[in-house]
């Protein structure tokens, strides 16, 4: 199979979608003229014109709202936020509009919106630019939340989310999109709500998503070398989330670890680990162990921003202790 | 009336007949505004009607003249004081006073309440409680009605306190920037909730000055006076359709009672309210059709008996209507 | 002791700083000449006059972010939002800029800013109105997050929230405001991190916070008539989190329950029972027993409403199916 | 020089030699921008500064003749485009350059970057990164300044882009309704990352006149020229030490380099950069300053070798600064 990168998939995912459908349309800032700030949408205005590649205002309240509203007109926009960080200045039209304006109008207006957007930390861009708001916005009833580990799934899950007739968040882990992988040039799409298991094993679950997902990968080797087989599964949507993939993998494994790359408290984890022991407290030998990132601001230092950004000793030391392993 | 220019009212003065079936209309939807909100009153003292409640009662005009000028594929978009758009828009009133009281008929199943009115097929695109939230909103469905290349425009009310939220001046200048068919009516009320416009903006108390400097066509009406109203709209609605992008009107007007059903409105004095009281659209526009004989008072006392049995009849739908089931807390929240 | 209501021993702390502290003031949306919307600062315009008392147009983003600067400035602002919903429109001033820029100047400001608001739902004011953002706020590092359940901690948590200088979050749970309890009249204060045991037992450890702990009380009732002694516990702040009052409580029931009259998935308990089951898996004689509001957006509908909100009969109904009690 | 009217720099040209160092002042904090500019550009190719780097390269007139109105008790805050404005408060040079190098000796300790410094001790609050995010926080800073009832006053800088935020406008109404000792200062050059001012405004490329409209006493400047910046802005803080609430003043410049070392700027053609460059501050200021013989070669000449020597001073000391311990990591997040 070709490989290409996790923002080549993207790129491919917008591009046909704009190919098929008239009502599909891109805005954003600088996502035309300028290309994008990571490129995702480079070429698109060359392509398709100002029409269907809006550039904004610096507004994002409006434009996220003006989403909503295209969508409840009658068309399938595509909101690009230049970072997920910067969700905060339109939460209100995310959270309490587009999330809620299906269930006030009982089953009148359906939002079929993608708002896309780079997340994570790494990059050494400090406090402010570091967020992982995809953790808040996964409680949010009435939206889906979205986050590819591969460029496979990335074009999958992004066709899906085109389809979808509800306000999806879909977020980019930042540090991937330059990285590689197969993707099949027949057409295919990854549903919602279906994790992944990534890599098969009997000992250990362990659980992530997005950039978390090469730290687990690590710690797999690491483990196999010991002659420990861990189960890696990435849940690649995390509204809806698949619960049964992972109290299935638990009851054979009876050990869990699950990983955020984002801050431990409250992060995507907390709600799978509280879940996922009421459903499988009697299969686990012990507590299931949680690894994240530390509850502090993003610290702009690098060597500062990676020993808050959880590492594969963190995980194997966390193993360690739980289980002895 | 003739001075009355191009408004649909004046035009059809040519034709007495039509005219007077269109004033009569205008009536009958102010008289119905009235007394639905004043059974809205009466129903939540009753404790039907619950949560918050926003009485429109005093702006009634402001509804009427501005919507009667729409067409039916165009958009309206408006806040939680929103009774008195639906009717105008001609919501069924039984569904209407239905969703008040929470029940399975109501316009939203009883799950969005006074605040939340919506009704698709009209184009009744709701009812918005964060203040200025609508306004992004109305900013896209005109932009639905650009992309798809049709002359449907999107009329958006909202209040004078919700200029002090950036999502106004964001979308003023989204809407000018892109020239979206979209009209902005601002209900200048003088008071958000118990603030005084002049407590809490800068630049006094007329809005359409600082609308002109986003490059926006901006003027002000009388909004206690039906057919005023009616034609800066007309004239808007043409000029928007047209491809002139962005229209803002602002309204004169005044909200009678409270800021809903908890507030006494203590802070303004009676003096004020009187001022108000004698513009009354209820009292001074019925005047003039009989002054101008343009109707009789049985045309009117026809009309008021045609909707004092309308809402006792909605207030009856409405209380004998079933509660939504259970099952209906899970539904409606994915297409 | 003398009885007062919730809402006059929040009155009561505002008046007491305003008296004590010049550098406290107060601002928001109508607390002045209209009073309030649930009259909180009532009175206080006519005692201290519009300079410390300060209404503000209906830009929360702005002043919130004021606060902030004002908090930078010296002053100790106290920032009433007239509902926590309504926290979306200026969520990045408290989240990117009040939690953040202690840390991004290195420790050179503080920021001394108490913010208020009514949270929670069961009023039906519907789906954008019924919010209780605090379970957000809680997992943000820079803030601390105070929600109080009786009179009593509301006086004596407010006190030491307008001394502290940090950025608080104080949600009152809005259901409670009419609520009566004893306070006496010699000075206190009620520290923050300190969970408070509202009801001894050593059967089961039930666990909430604001208006959750009604429901609790009413279950404790239940189950001591059935001879079963629960212990219950009030949070009274989600952010510092006192972990230890739970973990010694529960290693002696070996039973446990949380419960968020917030919608469940995301709720504080998430948090509380992932860390919970970590440090008490060996005691618990089952799973933890999670209730929380459903997932749905809020209904206004009256029996809706209620339906959706956790009520004593599934508290009860939880510790049945997981510890047959 | 006299037509310069009331700035301090014509006053003092009563006084040659006062005048001549107040001015040879200036032209070594252009200077001493600018090289520091280009150092940080070396330095990120270097991977010795991280992350987001935005160069002021091109304005340094505006942070210059601004920052040199003000008193050392005036509050100061601005975006992530800060390192002129830092320097020109006068904050350390090595600490600056040791915070972009993210270590120890920084202003943050490294833990704020290029975007984010302080110096509470000269009343720089920040540097910040979220566009608009930095208007209410002046706000406040302004209100604190009213409020404990000194005559000191607080000056925020802004982007063209960062008008179209909200907060913009929530922040002049709040100023002007409250009459805080504010100075809005827009730098106004043309661009807001990619986006061409007029592509994403409404109103056209003039922002003055839209601040009016919230009753706000608005002006533009050159800000290419350091002495017209300076005048205007020493007339703007003596209104609003005298309580005459807040001034907005835009600042027409050009940033010569892409948004950030990520930007090769493809979007902007040659001619129009061009046009700038002719203005360049750092060539015309000098020229004005030897024909009018207010200074000699000699004299620039030596002031530019002491900056050459403090930049590199400077990147030394970042270099050989520590890193923070990890230890650092948990701190400065209560107080
Ligand atoms: C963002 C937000 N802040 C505050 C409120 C509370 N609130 C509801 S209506 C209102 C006053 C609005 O006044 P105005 O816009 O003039 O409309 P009017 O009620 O006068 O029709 C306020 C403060 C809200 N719903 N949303
Ligand atoms: C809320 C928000 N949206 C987007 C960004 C990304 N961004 C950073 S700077 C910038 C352009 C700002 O332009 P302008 O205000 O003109 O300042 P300039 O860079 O020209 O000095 C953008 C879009 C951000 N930091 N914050
Ligand atoms: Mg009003
Ligand atoms: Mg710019």
Redesign the pocket.
């Given at each position: 199979m070709p490989e290409i990168t996790f923002r080549q998939a993207l790129q491919r995912a917008l591009d046909e979608a704009l190919e098929n459908d008239p009502d599909v349309f891109v805005m954003g800032?600088?996502i035309g003229k300028y290309g994008g700030a990571y490129a995702i949408t480079s070429g698109l205005l060359e392509k398709y014109g100002p029409n269907r590649i809006k550039d904004t205002p610096?507004s994002?309240a409006t434009f996220l709202g003006a989403g909503v509203g295209a969508a409840a007109g009658g068309l399938r926009p595509i909101v690009e936020l230049?970072s997920i960080s910067?969700a905060l200045?339109g939460f209100d039209q995310i959270v309490n509009m587009a999330a809620n304006i299906r269930y006030m109008s009982g089953g009148q207006i359906s939002v079929p919106l993608v708002i896309r957007a780079p997340t994570g930390a790494g990059m050494q861009l400090s406090a402010t630019h570091s967020q992982s708001f995809e953790t808040w916005l996964a409680e949010v009833p009435g939206l889906k939340v979205v986050v590819p580990s591969t460029p496979y799934d990335a074009l999958g899950l992004m066709r899906t989310a085109i389809k979808d007739n509800n306000p999806i968040m879909f977020a980019e882990p930042a540090g991937l999109y330059g990285s590689k992988g197969e993707v099949p040039d027949e057409y295919y799409e990854v549903p919602f709500g279906e994790a992944s298991i990534q890599r098969e094993g009997g000992d250990i679950t362990l659980i992530s998503y997005g950039h978390g997902m090469r730290v687990l990968h690590t710690v797999a080797d690491e483990l196999a070398e010991r002659g420990i087989e861990a189960e890696v599964i990435d849940l690649r949507t995390l509204n809806p989330l698949d619960m049964d993939t992972l109290v299935s993998s638990v009851q054979s494994t009876n050990r869990a670890l699950t990983l955020d790359m984002a801050r431990r408290t409250g992060g995507a984890m907390a709600e799978v680990t509280s879940r996922l022991q009421q459903k499988t407290s009697d299969w686990l030998d012990g507590p299931i162990v949680r690894v994240g990132a530390d509850d502090v601001p993003w610290p702009y230092n690098r060597s500062l921003e990676q020993e808050v950004l959880p590492q594969a000793k963190d995980v194997l030391a966390g193993i360690e202790s739980a289980y002895g392993l | 009336m003739k001075s009355r220019g191009k408004s649909k009212a004046s035009k059809a003065s040519t034709n007495g007949a039509a005219d007077k079936q269109e004033l009569l209309e205008l009536y009958r939807q102010m008289y119905l505004i009235r007394e639905f909100e004043e059974a809205c009153g009466e129903n939540y003292s009753k404790g039907f009607i619950r949560g918050f409640l926003h009485l429109y009662i005093g702006q009634e005009a402001v509804a009427a003249g501005a919507i009667s000028a729409l067409r039916p594929d165009d958009y309206i978009v408006t806040h939680y004081r929103d009774h008195g758009h639906a009717l105008a828009r001609k919501l069924d009133t039984n569904r209407v006073m239905a969703e008040l009281f929470g029940r399975a008929t109501g316009l939203s199943k009883g799950k969005g309440g006074s605040m939340h009115l919506f009704d698709v097929a009209k184009r009744f695109m709701g009812g918005h409680a964060i203040v200025g939230g609508q306004l992004p909103l109305a900013a896209g469905l005109a932009l639905a009605c650009q992309y798809q290349e049709t002359d449907a425009l999107t009329l958006v009310f909202f209040g004078d306190g919700a200029v002090n939220q950036g999502t106004f001046h964001e979308t003023m200048n989204l809407a000018a920037v892109w020239e979206l068919p979209i009209l902005f009516f601002l209900e200048n009320n003088l008071y958000g909730m118990g603030s005084a416009v002049d407590r809490v903006r800068a630049g006094g108390v007329d809005f359409y000055p600082a609308a002109q400097s986003y490059g926006v066509e901006a003027t002000v009406v009388d909004g206690m006076d039906v057919l005023a109203v009616r034609e800066v709209t007309d004239k808007a609605v043409e000029q928007i359709r047209s491809g002139g992008g962005p229209v803002f009107i602002e309204a004169k007007t005044f909200r009678f009672q409270g800021h809903s059903m908890a507030d006494p409105a203590k802070y303004r004095d009676r003096s004020e309210l009187e001022y108000w009281e004698a513009r009354d659209p209820l009292k001074t526009f019925p005047k003039m059709l009989t002054e101008q004989s343009i109707a009789t008072d049985e045309d009117l006392a026809e009309i008021r008996k045609a909707v004092d049995e309308e809402i006792i009849a909605a207030v009856k739908f409405a209380e004998e209507s079933p509660q939504p089931s259970m099952d209906e807390i899970f539904t409606d929240i994915y297409a």
């Open positions: 800032e600088d610096i994002e230049m910067f200045v | -």
